[in-house]
Antibody
Framework: QVQLQESGPGLVKPSETLSLTCAVS?????????WGWIRQPPGKGLEWIGS???????YYNPSLKSRVTISVDTSKNQFSLKLSSVTAADTAVYYC??????????????WGQGTLVTVSS | QSALTQPASVSGSPGQSITISCTGT?????????VSWYQQHPGKAPKLMIY???KRPSGVSNRFSGSKSGNTASLTISGLQAEDEADYYC???????????FGGGTKLTVL
């Protein structure tokens, strides 16, 4: 059974960097697939932030690209998200998920429970 | 890239069928018959219901089906049940530079 678990600070100050980690169990990241981050502002819809392929190639939402970095640590079987220069608009529940499939066929089949990150001073 | 367009809400009575549309462009939905659909209950993580346009993951009821025509994908739920009441999101590969885009979401109410 594949499981994903997000962790990181629940409160970040404006202009600082949001950092989250997603620990994966039940599947080795190095075995394949994409691994993605998705967020959901309170009361709003889902927004894809970015994904990393098991080889380390990264893909980002063009609207966030200048502020986002996704990395993978295969030795710990986890991947991470950094979002810089945050504002209140970045307040959201952040989900990590596995993307099964290749490129256009990839779909998010396993999700973490989500973690709420609030940007406030 | 812009979010895919979904109706804000749909409703139906138990036993009825409903369809949720997801409209994109020739650069995303229109180019790939590979839209995925997600169900989200309040306070829960999304759940994959349809992948690659029309395939169901193991454990998902065959009351859920997916299709596509032109730049619009659709999710049909037949034999509506109270437990189907949730938010539904579509997602499509958007090509260039390998990106994905979600729809704005549709709230399904079972009357």
């Amino acid at each position: 059974q594949v499981q994903l678990q997000e962790s990181g600070p629940g409160l970040v100050k404006p202009s600082e960097t949001l950092s989250l980690t997603c620990a994966v169990s039940g599947y080795s990241i190095s075995s394949g697939y994409y691994w993605g981050w998705i967020r959901q502002p309170p009361g709003k819809g889902l927004e894809w932030i970015g994904s990393i392929y098991h080889s380390g190639s990264t893909y980002y939402n063009p609207s966030l690209k200048s502020r986002v970095t996704i990395s993978v640590d295969t030795s710990k079987n986890q991947f991470s998200l950094k979002l810089s220069s945050v504002t209140a608009a970045d307040t959201a529940v952040y989900y990590c998920a596995r993307q099964r499939g290749i490129a256009a066929a990839a779909s998010f089949d396993y999700w973490g429970q989500g973690t709420l990150v609030t940007v406030s001073s | 890239q812009s979010a895919l367009t979904q109706p804000a809400s749909v409703s139906g009575s138990p036993g009825q069928s409903i369809t949720i549309s997801c409209t994109g462009t020739s650069s995303d939905v229109g180019s790939y018959n590979l839209v995925s659909w997600y169900q989200q209950h309040p306070g829960k993580a999304p759940k994959l219901m349809i992948y690659e346009g029309s395939k169901r993951p193991s454990g998902v009821s065959n009351r859920f089906s997916g299709s596509k025509s032109g730049n619009t994908a659709s999710l049909t739920i037949s034999g509506l049940q109270a437990e189907d009441e949730a938010d539904y999101y579509c997602c499509s590969y958007a090509g260039s530079s390998t990106t994905w885009v979600f729809g704005g979401g549709t709230k399904l109410t079972v009357l």
